[in-house]
């Protein structure tokens, strides 16, 4: 900071009003990795009284961003240099695009004069980034800064979440200035919608006045609104059956006779019974994605469909909706509750049947293989020894769906998970960014062999900032998912998703100082399952899992969620 000689003003460079400007934001940390675009940034970081996680790759940074947001529902923050640096965060913003998560990303850019003229380490971060963000930005002016950065905080964390990129020239950081103007929020294009339509409301009451088969479909926008113990109010009082998406697990307890599990590829006989046979399917915050909805002209053929959603752009868009309702999810349960039926319909014979469906045909695998190591005991032993209470991150692939399938999540932003765009590697740094947000809180990170390699160097901050965090490996020797497919729909070809060496996970771990165990033998999986996760301080467990293992059930792609593979 200098002092303009001829006003007697204090002069603050760029770098230093964004500092300023994430303070009064109340960022809790800053993932990032330095460069050259982006040094007078690091050097006013130097002093800023925001914790700095300097991950081992961008990808660690925004993944652990990510992490960190999904577990709080506040923004991720990251800084990244230009070019490659920058390259390196997209597909972190791609996945928090598609998975509605709040992010800023601050990206380094070459000097203004040069850019467009293929300076060194330039890349166009505005037209990279335009199909992924919410909005960005690029600073062509200092004294906008303070205002920018307020505005890309609250379209990040407003209505439907989502990144925004704000894109800053070297030389932005650099210059200096005592008029900076006005920082207040002025958007009068932007004005999501929270309350919802009170003539909406009343159809979907008469409609559910109306329903023999009612059934709730909740995603994660009721997760997103902290809207669970409202949905389990609405639920119960009507004793309407409950479905999850992957992303709205936690929304709804799953030890209540109402809870159906999750629905499609993946999801249960009794949920995609229920989403076949319903004749009113109330939607609260789902995208109707095709990994629920696989052939959406037969999807709940037989339901009057009401959809809330905070995006009018997802409603219809999918499945055609009869009651179209934009809100907060939140905010509809509590008008919901307010409106009364005063004959309620009697559904419990549509209760008795969907409870028959789930105690007949509940999630299963071949307990009596001898010498295997069955991942879902691990994941049902792993949800035992943490009481059903940690957060879980999970990398992608089989085993994303067995953790979806068998571990009991309990509460709203407990899964941390890559949804939409389905990102291996994600695991373990945004395991990384939940735990930094919840010390005090158990924190697992599921993960595949293959994932895990993707981001492995992220181990290496575990102890840089005692990260006691339990990493479970579910270590197949193959792309499982791949595999499974292969298997099912290209006959047993398995072109390149068998690894035909793979490196010590356990001296990988030691290698980065981090405790670990390998596993082999399923006698003694629940004691030594048990030992490791009482251990102080991260522990890599590199569990070996039967090889050949399906995630089932399973409804294969373009087919109805009734035609499962698969059920006991």
């Known amino acids: 900071m200098l002092i303009d000689t001829k006003k007697g003003e204090q002069l603050k460079s760029g770098a230093e009003l964004l500092i300023d400007a994430l303070e009064k934001q109340d960022v809790d940390f800053i993932f990032g990795y330095p460069g050259g675009a982006v040094l007078p940034l690091y050097d006013a970081l130097y002093d800023a009284k925001i914790p700095h996680i300097l991950t081992r790759h961008e990808q660690g940074a925004v993944h652990a961003a990510e992490g960190y947001a999904r577990a709080t529902g506040k923004p991720g923050v990251v800084v990244v ?198 004749d009113l399917l109330i939607n609260f915050g789902s995208r109707f994605d095709d990994r629920l909805a696989s052939a959406p002209q037969e999807f709940a053929k037989k339901a009057v469909i009401a959809h809330v959603d905070i995006d009018p752009a997802e409603i219809g868009k999918v499945i055609t909706t009869q009651i179209p309702i934009v809100a907060d999810i939140r905010e509809a349960l509590r008008a919901l509750l307010t409106m009364d039926l005063l004959a309620p319909p009697d559904v419990s014979h549509w209760v008795k049947l969907n409870l028959t469906r789930k105690s007949r045909h509940p999630f299963h695998y071949d307990k009596n293989t001898v010498g295997e190591i069955k991942p879902q005991r691990l994941i049902e032993l792993v949800g035992e020894l943490t009481r059903g209470e940690a957060l879980v991150a ?115 771990a030691e290698a980065y100082g981090v405790k670990a165990v390998r596993l082999t033998n399923p006698k003694t999986l629940e004691r030594d399952l048990k030992k490791a996760f009482s251990e102080p301080g991260a522990v890599v467990v590199d569990a070996h899992i039967a090889k050949n293992e399906l995630v089932l059930p399973m409804v294969p792609s373009g087919k109805p969620n009734h035609q499962m593979e698969g059920v006991d």
């Open 81 to 278: 240099t230009s070019g490659p640096g920058a390259t390196n965060v997209l597909t972190g913003i791609a996945d928090a695009m598609s998975d509605s998560i709040p992010l800023v990303v601050f990206t380094g850019q070459v000097h203004m004069p040069g850019i467009g003229k293929d300076a060194f380490q330039e890349a166009d971060m505005i037209g990279l980034t335009i199909p992924i963000t919410k909005y960005n930005y690029q600073v062509r002016d200092v004294r906008e800064l303070p205002r920018i950065v307020n505005e890309a905080f609250h379209i990040a964390n407003t209505g439907r979440k989502g990144p925004v990129v704000v894109d800053i020239p070297k030389d932005i950081g650099i210059a200096e200035t005592n008029k900076v103007k006005d920082d207040l929020i002025d958007l009068p294009g932007y004005q999501p919608t929270l309350m919802p339509n009170p003539l909406q409301l009343e159809k979907l009451m008469q409609a559910l006045l109306n329903a023999k088969k009612p059934l709730i479909l909740a995603g994660a926008g009721v997760n997103h609104s902290r809207g669970t113990v409202e949905l389990a109010e609405f639920a119960e009082r009507y004793q309407i059956p409950v479905v999850n998406t992957l992303l709205g697990l936690g929304s709804f307890s799953p030890d209540s006779d109402l809870f159906l599990g999750m629905g499609g590829m993946h999801g249960s006989y009794a949920a995609n019974m229920a989403l076949t046979d319903c």
């Open 394 to 508: 999970t990398d992608v692939g089989q085993h994303q769906m067995w953790v979806a399938q068998f571990y009991p999540f309990r509460f709203d932003h407990q899964i941390i998970t890559s949804g939409g765009l389905g990102t291996m590697g994600f695991g373990l740094p945004a395991a990384i960014g939940a735990k930094l947000a919840y010390p005090d809180k158990t924190v697992v990170a599921f993960v595949g062999d293959g994932g895990f390699q993707m981001t492995s160097q992220e181990l290496a901050i575990l102890n840089d900032y005692g990260l006691d965090i339990k990493i479970v490996i579910l270590n197949n020797g193959a792309l499982g998912m791949v595999k499974q497919w292969q298997e099912k729909f290209h006959g047993e070809r398995f072109s390149h998703s068998i690894f035909e060496s793979q490196p010590d996970f356990v001296k990988l």
